[in-house]
């Protein structure tokens, strides 16, 4: 099978204030394999998969004084015989290339990596958080707020396991909001990584308090309420654009499914945009 490749170039600049930050270059989404230099070295090897974000720390080879050239080299059909099957062997549009955004990320030495939420409809709320290069004497604390930005319930804060840079918090919120398709309330939590009294660095997270349950023999339900799903799977892809997606697009694609007295959508294997 022919194989094109997909050659981009990029050239761009950093603020200088990021000088001491570590900085990491996101792919949001590329068909398929792909490889990226920047500055002229390689970022790393070549990821293969063209439905997940992946990304790159790139403070080594990023100038922060002067312009930059990201240079990504994107082959149509994959290495990988499975990725090809799963990708490329399919009942679908087949397109090629950077489909979603790429972009910077500049954070702290230490910086919380990315957060896990289990939040109940009973108002338990468990925060898993996962901090990259953790200080020995560091700890998280959060605190859970309405999306306008006003505090709900009191801070609550646990030390890092050392080690592992691992934590896990947990607190109760009396009577929440509950989420559901009909009710989508959602709330906020803002996760700090402290020194003492001194914060490393900040992260926000949406997310609402519900509870899924698969009763045995009964069926789904979604805060103590059966709920019969109908819905249809889902890809992302347009006629005009193919796999590049607009919020406009993906709400059509929402509203025609609810015009059908559908109430589910599923993703089709791979996430939509997170954005």
Request: hydrophobic share 35%; charged share 25%; aromatic share 10%.
């Amino acid at each position: 099978t022919f194989n094109e490749h997909g050659l981009y170039e990029h050239d761009f600049t950093v603020p200088a204030r990021w000088a001491g930050q570590r900085v990491f270059i996101v792919f949001e989404g590329v068909m398929t394999d792909t490889g990226a230099k920047l500055n002229g070295h390689s970022v790393g090897p070549t990821h293969q998969g063209g439905f997940y974000r992946f990304k790159y720390e790139v403070t080594r080879q990023i100038k922060f004084v002067g312009t930059n050239r990201l240079e990504v080299d994107v082959a149509r059909h994959s290495a990988n015989a499975s990725v090809n099957h799963a990708e490329r062997d399919a009942d679908y549009w087949l397109f090629a290339g950077i489909y979603r955004p790429v972009y910077l990320e500049a954070v702290p030495p230490a910086f919380i990596e990315r957060v896990a939420i289990d939040a109940q409809a009973d108002g338990n709320f468990t925060l898993n958080t996962f901090v990259d290069q953790a200080p020995g004497d560091a700890a998280v604390e959060a605190q859970i707020q309405t999306l306008a930005g006003d505090p709900v319930g009191a801070p609550f804060r646990a030390a890092v396991k050392a080690g592992t840079g691992e934590v896990r918090l947990h607190t109760r919120i009396v009577n929440p909001k509950t989420w559901s398709a009909e009710t989508p309330n959602l709330y906020s939590v803002r996760v700090r990584l402290k020194r003492g009294d001194e914060v490393l660095h900040t992260y926000q997270q949406r997310f609402g308090f519900r509870t899924i349950e698969v009763r045995a023999g009964d069926g789904f339900y979604v805060n103590g309420h059966k709920v019969i799903l109908k819905g249809a799977n889902r890809h992302s892809f347009w006629p005009d654009s193919g796999r590049c997606l607009s919020e406009a697009v993906h709400r059509l694609d929402i509203e025609t499914i609810k015009d059908m007295n559908g109430n589910a959508g599923r993703m089709s294997h791979y996430p939509p945009d997170a954005q």
